[in-house]
């Protein structure tokens, strides 16, 4: 009985704590379109109908061949001398056929984690200005933080936190932030989502590249199942003596970047711890004076 009674406590305890988000997978579901256009129109639907106010910044991208203009979409929230990022990039891996991936687990869950994350921050009071970066073309280079970077905002950025990959499973992992102060940050962040993040000196490449290029604190966030999550780090960062067949590659790299990454791969529940995360993240590093 005692023992019912604690769980009845504690449950009643994330009731309170945890933000419940609804329609979460109609929402990834919703950038499974055959157009990148397609893809930015669902991310403007999401953010009008949550009131999240954002600009559109152009950049000129694409190919040699194919030069396209890209456009990141941005939503800015409070005010201050520097600014926290949290960031996803909402593009599609154009297929070889010329199709698109339907890209839901790489990177659409991300994209609506953060757009719920946002509806939480926005009520916040934080130090720092924050800004929800939507980023494009990041699968034809990171072209949309390169050029994010390299513009007037990018010497603001006091710590960006990229997310990446977090459509299923449930053990989250992060790109070793370097700086001392952002590691801080996403080990507070993981024990206040009582979560246990597991630390990537190697990360596959992603959007938090381009800042760390530009010196600022960076880092980025990844959901997996927990042996996928293992497997990759061991894929990463032990190299020779990793014990994993030459020829081995995780689930998820066989998935992404192909016709099967889908809804059928997506688990919202991912998709929601994954924004909790986010909310935890943003406090912690809000917390940090820099
Ligand atoms: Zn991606």
Redesign the pocket.
């Known amino acids: 009985m005692r023992r019912v009674l604690s769980w009845l406590l504690s449950a009643a305890v994330l009731a309170v704590s945890a933000p419940a988000f609804a329609g979460t997978k109609e929402d990834v579901a919703s950038f499974e379109t055959q157009t990148q256009d397609g893809r930015l129109a669902a991310l403007e639907a999401l953010l009008k109908r949550e009131g999240l106010p954002y600009e559109i910044q152009t950049f000129e991208g694409g190919t040699k061949t194919a030069p396209a203009v890209g456009r990141n979409v941005i939503v800015t929230l409070g005010a201050g001398d520097s600014d926290i990022l949290l960031t996803a990039?909402y593009d599609a891996?154009v297929l070889k056929d010329g199709s698109l991936a339907g890209?839901v687990v790489?990177?659409a869950a991300?994209v609506v984690a953060l757009i719920q994350a946002a509806g939480v921050l926005k009520g916040e009071r934080l130090n720092h200005r924050l800004r929800i970066v939507f980023f494009d073309q990041?699968?034809l280079g990171l072209l949309g933080t390169k050029a994010y970077a390299a513009g007037p905002d990018g010497p603001r950025t006091a710590a960006a936190i990229n997310f990446?990959?977090n459509g299923y499973g449930d053990t989250p992992f992060f790109a070793d932030p370097v700086d001392a102060a952002l590691a801080g940050a996403v080990r507070t962040a993981c024990a206040a989502a009582g979560e246990d993040c597991l630390a990537f000196p190697m990360y596959p490449p992603?959007?938090h590249l381009a800042f760390r290029k530009i010196g600022a604190p960076a880092t980025s966030i990844s959901y997996l199942p927990a042996r996928e999550a293992h497997q990759l780090w061991l894929m990463f960062n032990a190299g020779q003596s990793s014990g994993l067949p030459e020829d081995f590659r995780p689930r998820v790299l066989e998935m992404?970047h192909t016709p099967d990454d889908t809804m059928a791969a997506v688990d919202p529940e991912t998709v929601e711890k994954a924004g909790r995360l986010a909310i935890e993240l943003v406090r912690a590093a809000d917390a940090n004076r820099r």
């Open positions: 990039h891996k890209a790489d990177n991300s990041e699968e990446d990959i992603s959007d992404i």
